[in-house]
């Protein structure tokens, strides 16, 4: 065998070396994604299933000194103050445009907390179109505890001088009704449905918005390992017919 095909050969099993190298480094590196995916799959619906849970458990009775998890059911007792009503753009479960009522409610403890009151038709906007859903003593109510919500990119900032909201940011809704942000809950009490309720804001609009697609994930990862192995043998395989051609 000459210099150069000494220099050839020698080339080639470097190259050999180096592209399994990196075959075996895109297999695990594919299949430690796939893992990944399948640990995420389950942790989320360890989340989802304590969240329904929670959501079907029986209420908690408000403690403004508490900390609950997020999708607690609460219970809790106090006056409107719906004067200072606060109005957010929002899509019913129908599809249909209107707006979610937020408005404080105080308790006889001095606490305060917003409360999610649920959905109005643009028609019933007005408070005097809907007179008998303002009711002026102390209510017993029951709901969902909800973060705050974050703006996203494409979501219009809210216009607070006309109150209109695209988003409830707690912070500025705080701020709204002129209270110290730490005289206030912080989170927002989202109220359920109630059958005796006629008149609008209509409560039960609570969503988990919270997808769990980490199964099509990590099968999609671990396809691609797959098909990567099928790859590689089928040029491992046309690769040494031809070596045996010559």
Same mark, same amino acid.
């Given at each position: ?25 895109a297999?695990v ?15 989320? /619906? &360890?989340?989802?299933?304590? +969240?329904?849970?929670g ?6 009775? $408000?403690?403004?000194? %508490? @900390? ?19 109005y ?13 009522i937020?408005?404080?409610?105080? /308790? &006889?403890?001095?606490?305060? +907390?917003?409360?999610?009151r ?5 028609? $019933?906007?007005?408070? %005097? @179109? ?15 505890l ?5 703006k ?50 209509y ?7 919270i ?6 994930y ?22 040494n017919?031809k070596?045996?051609?010559?």
């Open positions: 065998m000459n210099k150069a095909s000494e220099a050839r050969t020698s080339g080639a099993k470097t190259s050999g070396i180096f592209g399994t190298v990196i075959v075996l480094a297999f590196a594919l299949l430690a994604l796939g893992t990944w995916q399948v640990q995420r799959m389950v942790w989320k /619906t &360890d989340m989802l299933t304590a +969240i329904h849970t959501m079907a458990a029986e209420p908690t009775v $408000f403690d403004n000194s %508490a @900390t609950y998890d997020e999708y607690t059911r609460i219970m809790v007792e106090g006056r409107f103050d719906h004067a200072k009503e606060m957010v753009y929002a899509i019913n479960k129908n599809g249909l445009p209107g707006f979610y937020y408005v404080p409610l105080h /308790t &006889d403890n001095n606490e305060t +907390i917003i409360i999610n649920g959905f109005v038709a643009p028609d $019933f906007l007005d408070q %005097a @179109t809907r007179a008998e859903g303002l009711p002026s003593g102390n209510v017993s109510l029951t709901g969902m909800r973060n705050g919500a974050v996203k990119y494409f979501i219009p900032e809210n216009d607070i001088t006309a109150n209109r909201w695209f988003f409830a940011d707690l912070a500025a809704m705080v701020d709204n009704i002129g209270q110290d942000r730490d005289t206030v809950y912080p989170m927002i009490l989202e109220l359920e449905a109630d059958s005796a309720v006629t008149v609008p804001p409560g039960g609009v609570t969503r988990v918005n997808p769990n697609n980490h199964l099509g990590a099968i999609t990862w671990y396809g691609l390992a797959l098909a990567l192995l099928v790859v590689v043998f089928i040029y491992r395989k046309k690769t017919r070596q045996e051609e010559i």
